[in-house]
């Protein structure tokens, strides 16, 4: 067998193993036929703890620099058929969440703009990571604009769109048709921004879906309670959902009652609760979350919008 062929089956052989023993094993194995091949490097970057993994980012930029060379600048498409297209993905995605962990915003807002620009279908989560760099910055034209850009609709950007209103314009009708529009994309991200979700206990799993909603809230909690007024504007109509959708415990439902006093939408809230009371108890989740959202946006918008 050629080193070529002895090379594709480490390959191979490396993106189904599981046993870290293993992974640095093949890691290895891949890193003697070729010194600098981006996998080995890569698996072997995956597997140090977090402190050694920031400390070694400069790792991941060789790796990501000798790929780049190997394709002759980025892959042509996500879906590239060469084994490096995965690679280059997941090579800037760390190098992103890296750098914004060590906080040098600018590296990691290179990188994760680079990883948007590869992936335009949300395969990996650069969204997340490009928008915070950006709310961080506190470059809110620029959020704006990346919007108007990138064919996704995604919350983290909506969640974005609707921080760099707020900055930009204030609380207004377009303000709030952003945070609404943001809400209806997934309704469990603001419970888990707000710490209003009880999450399964640690040795319990997710779930993927809401696995990728609390990435998400981690990543715009900062952002959303950095002030009083951003984390007052996502409460309500937050605790409006949670209300009519039953997530909400009794200190929280006097928080919204609380809220509501001097609103002028005491009665529309009343309103609306009966009508949820008196719904199926059975009702489907999704289809609860949907009524809610649009009767919601009936109360909190002019009519027209």
Request: proline share 4%; charged share 30%; aromatic share 6%.
């Amino acid at each position: 067998m050629s080193d070529t062929q002895n090379l594709e089956q480490l390959l191979e052989a490396l993106m189904d193993a599981e046993d870290p023993k293993e992974v640095r094993r093949i890691a290895g194995s891949i890193l003697t036929l070729d010194g600098s091949h981006p996998a080995g490097h890569l698996a072997l970057w995956e597997l140090m703890e977090e402190e050694e993994s920031l400390n070694s980012l400069g790792q991941l930029e060789k790796a990501l620099a000798e790929t780049r060379k190997r394709f002759g600048g980025a892959p042509a498409s996500l879906y590239d058929e060469n084994p490096l297209t995965e690679i280059y993905g997941a090579l800037l995605m760390h190098l992103a969440f890296g750098f914004h962990a060590k906080e040098e915003l600018e590296r990691a807002l290179a990188f994760a703009q680079d990883l948007v620009a590869f992936d335009d279908e949300g395969v990996y989560p650069g969204r997340t990571v490009f928008y915070r760099c950006l709310l961080d910055l506190k470059q809110y034209d620029r959020i704006l604009e990346a919007l108007e850009e990138d064919p996704l609709e995604t919350p983290v950007g909506e969640h974005a769109r609707t921080l760099a209103l707020l900055e930009t314009k204030g609380v207004c009708d377009e303000t709030m048709e952003a945070l609404l529009n943001a809400l209806s994309l997934d309704t469990n991200l603001p419970f888990l921004i707000l710490d209003l979700t009880i999450l399964p206990e640690e040795d319990e799993e997710l779930g993927a879906e809401l696995e990728e909603t609390f990435h998400q809230a981690v990543y715009l909690q900062t952002p959303w309670t950095e002030t009083q007024e951003r984390a007052s504007f996502l409460a309500l109509p937050t605790l409006i959902l949670g209300s009519l959708t039953g997530r909400l415990e009794q200190e929280d439902q006097e928080a919204l009652e609380e809220m509501l006093k001097d609103s002028g939408l005491e009665d529309g809230v009343a309103r609306l609760q009966a009508e949820a009371a008196a719904r199926d108890a059975d009702e489907d989740p999704d289809e609860r979350d949907q009524w809610a959202m649009e009767e919601l946006m009936k109360l909190l918008l002019p009519e027209g919008n």
